[in-house]
């Protein structure tokens, strides 16, 4: 039976993991059964050739991580917003074929709502999602997904030997020079042992020989930093809004499945005047299941305001041995407040839909932007956003929406606080301007701004018609 599994992903969503993900699918089906667009999403018939690839499969996997509703094209849109994106064609593809589709749900992430899906993607809306968790969890995990889609191509025969190849062996303790894992032959017991100073000294292993740095990036916190699913990576901070800029590293590890390792890493904080302002120590520990590993640690203060405005160059050094440096830069602000609210959430959509004073459930709402006046009572204005804050910590938000009236006026506005629970990793909310009966409100088209703690966070257009 030839097998053909398509696995979509965003690299910039989840490419660390979908890495680990692949190698387990290639060890339980074969290179020839797990198909990615990775070779094709750059040839200029990359859409016929997708259409094709998917068509052909029987079973497609939807990576959705915690990045996977932010992900950006070039020109600042939202990936999965457009139906062209060669990842939504990838999944409307499968959606219209007799073809199994798994979402596979990193970490913490719920299967999408109906209501939180572009149009184009809804009935994903209806699939089960599989979890997979990065660490310890991660072979557990990723067997049970290869225990999956066995049963779903009937053949749990091999069941037995993937979990047999899979499970990571423990290796056997290292041998010192002058041992030996085998008995001597009696021509080789003839040969005199020398003594240890006689002995070749073995190559003294470099940090290449465990790890590979990937990337080194920045980002801003408090004494604790968040999850890595929810942090922003800038090389460039706010004076007035930073407290610690943690430095992050990321690396391959050249022994998975091998063993483990540790290391001690060190990163030196040096100003552009050439002072060392800071230096930071840890312990990397490295486990044989993990493909890829980061580990992260921060200079700075309580209380944003203290940095001193400048360039700065962070040198990461793993066993003494310099693997990489990067640079961020401290600028000033002009803006009298201090803008947090990259820190707390971004927004996805704002949208419309129309009601009277019972406010409809978010599964029964009809957005537009066009209204019939004889029909419109209150037209409702919804904010959504992504929880950037998701696991970690509660955070509450004064939202002002703004009626503008078709000639540019300001009509009236609407307040209300946004409170958003740790456990949401989306959230919304929404205010209503209007009347309770029909037929009061004047033809055009008006705007509406959105505020969030003073700052402007959005706008849009509702017409009445």
């Known amino acids: ?16 993991i979908a890495g680990q993900i692949y190698h387990f699918l290639v060890t339980a089906f074969g290179e020839s059964s797990i198909l990615t667009d990775a070779k094709i999403a750059n040839q200029p018939n990359s859409r016929e050739l997708v259409k094709k690839m998917v068509t052909d499969c029987e079973a497609m996997l939807v990576l959705i991580g915690p990045k996977w509703f932010l992900c950006q094209d070039p020109q600042g849109k939202k990936r999965i917003q457009n139906p062209n994106e060669l990842v939504c064609l990838e999944i409307t593809t499968a959606l219209g074929k007799e073809i199994f589709i798994l979402p596979i749900l990193v970490g913490d992430m719920r299967m999408p709502l109906d209501i939180e899906l572009p149009e184009h993607l809804k009935p994903l809306a209806l699939r089960s999602g599989l979890h997979i968790k990065t660490g310890a969890s991660f072979p557990k995990d ?6 999956t889609l066995y049963q779903f191509f009937e053949i ?13 062996s423990i290796p056997a303790e290292p041998l010192s020079p002058w041992q030996s894992d085998i008995s001597p032959s009696p021509m080789l017991s003839k040969v005199p042992i020398p003594a240890p100073s006689q002995l070749v000294t073995p190559r003294a292993q470099s940090i290449s020989d465990y790890v590979q740095v990937m990337n080194i990036r920045f980002f801003e916190d408090g004494e604790q930093a968040r999850p890595v699913q929810v942090r922003q990576y800038q ?6 809004a930073t407290r610690y800029v943690y430095c992050e590293i990321t690396v391959t590890n050249l022994l998975y499945h091998k063993k483990a390792h540790t290391h001690s890493l060190v990163w ?9 302002i800071g230096e930071i120590s840890a312990e990397f520990n490295i ?43 401290i600028v000033s602000d002009q803006l009298t407040h201090v803008n947090y609210r990259n820190l707390y959430f971004e927004l996805i959509s704002i949208q419309f839909f129309e009601a009277g004073e019972t406010i409809p459930a978010a599964t029964e ?17 919804e904010v959504k956003v992504i929880n950037l804050l998701y696991g970690q910590a509660p955070h509450s938000h004064k939202l002002v929406w703004k009626y503008h009236r078709p000639d540019g006026t300001f009509w009236d506005q609407v307040v209300a606080d946004f409170n958003i629970l740790p456990e949401w990793y989306t959230a919304w ?17 008006y705007s509406v701004k959105i505020y969030s703690d003073l700052e402007c966070i959005g706008e849009e257009k509702f017409t009445i018609c």
């Open 268 to 276: 030196k904080y040096v100003h552009s005047d050439g002072r060392q």
């Open 235 to 240: 090389n460039q901070f706010i004076q007035n």
């Open 287 to 329: 486990s044989p299941e993990w493909l890829t590993a980061w580990y992260q640690h921060g200079l700075g203060w309580k209380q944003p305001g203290n940095w001193a405005l400048g360039n700065y160059l962070v040198h990461v050094f793993c066993d003494q041995e310099c693997i990489g440096n990067e640079k961020f830069s």
């Open 142 to 147: 990723a067997q049970k997904l290869v225990h």
């Open 1 to 16: 039976m030839a097998i053909q599994i398509f696995f979509c992903y965003l690299l910039e969503d989840s490419g660390e």
């Open 365 to 381: 709402r009809k957005y537009q932007t066009y209204f019939s006046q004889q029909e419109a009572r209150y037209i409702y204005c």
């Open 429 to 445: 909310h929404q205010r209503g301007w209007g009347w309770t009966t029909p037929g009061n409100w004047a033809k055009g088209t």
């Open 156 to 168: 749990p025969d091999l069941a037995k030997k993937i979990e047999e190849d899979l499970v990571p």
